[in-house]
């Protein structure tokens, strides 16, 4: 059974960083992508919106937001991603989504994904 676990949300006031970790137990793909997602307040649908995406070679990819604040990092022989986002605002606030493929994310990224965590909140005060 494929678990994430997300670690590293919290309060942090605008300006400041934070670094998300997600472990994964279970999760075998050799191949398989991992990715950070993002639900916020007030976004239509309360949908869940893609950051960025590593595979296990090390390859990246991000939305133009993400590239210019937030850094993906998959340490694959933990079995862990991460994410640093520094310069934070307000936009930022949410619920911050660890997710995992068992394919390249080039097929997953960012409508199939087969596994979830159960997310961590991270909260940005003025």
């Known amino acids: 059974q494929v678990q994430l676990v997300e670690s590293g949300g919290g309060s942090v006031q605008v300006g400041g960083s934070l670094r998300l970790s997600c472990a994964a137990s279970g999760y075998t793909a050799s191949s398989g992508c991992m990715g950070w997602f993002r639900q916020r307040a007030g976004v239509v649908g309360n949908k869940r919106e893609a950051?960025?995406?590593?595979?296990?070679?090390?390859?990246?990819i991000a939305t133009d937001s993400a590239k210019a604040r937030f850094t993906i990092h998959r340490a694959k022989a933990k079995n862990s991603l991460y994410l640093q986002m520094s310069n934070l605002n307000s936009e930022d606030t949410g619920t911050y989504y660890c997710a995992a493929a068992t394919v390249d994310f080039t097929l997953a990224y960012p409508h199939g994904m087969n596994y979830w965590g159960n997310g961590t909140l991270v909260t940005i005060s003025t």
């Open positions: 950051i960025a995406a590593s595979d296990t070679t090390g390859r990246t």
